[in-house]
């Protein structure tokens, strides 16, 4: 492990060999932001997966979606991927993936309703 770190380390210190110089008086590149590697898994989910990850997210949420309608990326925040999700009965949600595949939703969703087990809903004017 440590021969292969040292290989390494001497490759990345050569690769700097023969590029020309600032002299000191340039700035340093800007550096690339560093994605996190779920990212990856969710853009390589069909459209369907998709739909019943950010599903998921919003029901694990404690919000109300009756079946995700659209998925649209937005820009990043704070480096994190974001997505606008649309609901077909409640509207639209932002999910935020954190580090760690970790979710987080807002938005100005209905609070998901729960009836106690064994409730009957019957429909209006019929008391």
């Given at each position: 492990?440590?021969?292969?770190?040292?290989?390494?380390?001497g490759?990345?210190?050569?690769?700097?060999?023969?590029?020309?110089?600032?002299?000191?008086?340039?700035?340093?590149?800007?550096?690339?932001?560093?994605?996190?590697?779920?990212?990856?898994?969710?853009?390589?989910?069909?459209?369907?997966?998709?739909?019943?990850?950010?599903?998921?997210?919003?029901?694990?949420?404690?919000?109300?979606?009756?079946?995700?309608?659209?998925?649209?990326?937005?820009?990043?925040?704070?480096?994190?991927?974001?997505?606008?999700?649309?609901?077909?009965?409640t509207?639209?949600?932002?999910?935020?993936?954190?580090?760690?595949?970790?979710?987080?939703v807002?938005?100005?969703?209905?609070?998901?309703?729960?009836?106690?087990?064994?409730?009957?809903?019957?429909?209006?004017?019929s008391?």
């Open positions: 492990m440590k021969t292969g770190l040292a290989v390494v380390m490759g990345a210190l050569l690769a700097g060999c023969g590029q020309p110089s600032s002299g000191g008086n340039g700035t340093a590149p800007a550096a690339t932001p560093t994605t996190d590697p779920m990212e990856a898994k969710i853009a390589a989910l069909t459209p369907k997966q998709r739909e019943i990850t950010f599903y998921k997210a919003i029901y694990d949420a404690d919000y109300q979606c009756d079946k995700v309608v659209k998925i649209t990326d937005r820009p990043r925040d704070n480096g994190h991927q974001v997505w606008l999700v649309t609901c077909n009965d509207g639209d949600y932002y999910v935020t993936l954190l580090p760690g595949g970790v979710f987080t807002s938005g100005t969703p209905q609070a998901k309703t729960r009836l106690p087990s064994g409730t009957k809903v019957l429909p209006k004017g008391d």
